[in-house]
């Protein structure tokens, strides 16, 4: 997904007050794709480059489609994403700080390890609801001038998805490795 936070994300002659860039969207032409000129770039709402998954640029005109339900539904679910990936970011900067400290066999490492593969799990999950909500605010408030039909191109299973299966098996094995420590260190 591209997203620029902190800009309006949208070339300044297309008029727009804001911009998003999704990409892995299926986009089937209506009809034929024909040649489009550069001054009809900028004037479109919604710009597809057609490839096997589509990047599609949104392009809000209005404060009107800005601050609509559909508009900011997808804007919430965006910000919900990234704060998934910055909880990712905090659980393996503590845990590597940990490690650093040599303090490897903790509940707290078990639990960061657990809170990060159901993060990892959580992400394709999140990423495939938000470009729904894309897609659905391009339909309710009708801004698709593009000629395409939009669906989304992105499942509730990715690489992500095993990495976090694969760590939650790595986390419950640790978190039972230091109950078992534990438990043999109450007996010394």
């Given amino acids: 997904m591209g997203v620029k936070l902190f800009n309006s994300g949208a070339p300044a002659l297309s008029n727009s007050l804001k911009g998003y860039a999704v990409y892995d969207i299926e986009a089937v032409p209506h009809e034929p794709v ?6 009809d770039w900028f004037r479109k709402r919604v710009v597809v480059y057609p490839t096997s998954s589509a990047l599609v640029d949104l392009r809000f005109k209005s404060y009107d489609e800005l601050f ?3 508009a900011l539904l997808y804007q919430v679910s965006q910000i919900f994403y990234w704060l998934l990936i910055g909880f990712l970011i905090l659980c393996i900067k503590k845990l590597f700080g940990s490690f650093r ?5 903790t509940t707290r490492n078990a639990s960061l390890i657990l809170w990060g593969s159901t993060v990892l799990i959580l992400l394709p999950v999140m990423r495939s609801i938000t470009q729904h909500l894309f897609i659905n605010c391009i339909t309710k408030l009708h ?21 976090g299966l694969a760590l939650l098996a790595f986390g419950l094995v640790f978190k039972t490795a230091i109950d078992i420590k534990k438990e043999n260190d109450s007996f010394i």
């Fill in 68 to 70: 609509s339900v559909p």
């Fill in 143 to 163: 801004l698709n001038d593009s000629g395409y039909s939009l669906r989304n191109g992105v499942g509730f299973i990715a690489a992500e998805t095993m990495i």
């Fill in 101 to 105: 400290r040599d303090e490897v066999f």
């Fill in 34 to 39: 024909s040649v489009r000129s550069l001054d």
